[in-house]
Nanobody, 122 residues
Framework: QVQVVESGGGLVQAGGSLRLSCAAS????????MGWYRQAPGKQRELVAL???????NYADSVQGRFIISRDNTKNTVYLQMNSLKPEDTAVYFC????????????????WGQGTQVTVSS
């Protein structure tokens, strides 16, 4: 019983910025990681950015230096600040959370948000 909800997508011109938000709620004991993935038409879903409970982050090469992932642990929320957007960033962006729901279960389950559309015009 975990929900993941994204917001913040929209239409911007190349060079502009957007900030995506994602909040996880429900039966959460702990969150191992939260991340952002994207899928463009005709392409497979790819990792954009990930932040672990330790604070370690990973970025796709295509967004390195332009996107920043951050988190607010008190709200189980992760953000993706997207700067210098390019038309090739156009995709549906999905948030995921790897969640442990019970202390006695030493494994996590992956939950996905519904996705938010990001469109970058040239």
């Amino acid at each position: 019983q975990v929900q993941v909800v994204e917001s913040g997508g929209g239409l911007v011109q190349a060079g502009g910025s957007l900030r995506l938000s994602c909040a996880a709620s429900g039966s959460i004991f702990s969150i191992d990681s939260m991340g952002w993935y994207r899928q463009a038409p005709g392409k497979q879903r790819e990792l954009v950015a990930l932040v672990r409970s330790t604070g370690t982050t990973n970025y796709a090469d295509s967004v390195q230096g332009r996107f920043i992932i951050s988190r607010d642990n008190t709200k189980n929320t992760v953000y993706l600040q997207m700067n210098s957007l390019k038309p090739e960033d156009t995709a549906v962006y999905f948030c995921n959370a790897d969640v442990r729901t019970r202390v006695e279960r030493p494994f996590s389950l992956r939950y996905w948000g519904q996705g938010t559309q990001v469109t970058v015009s040239s």
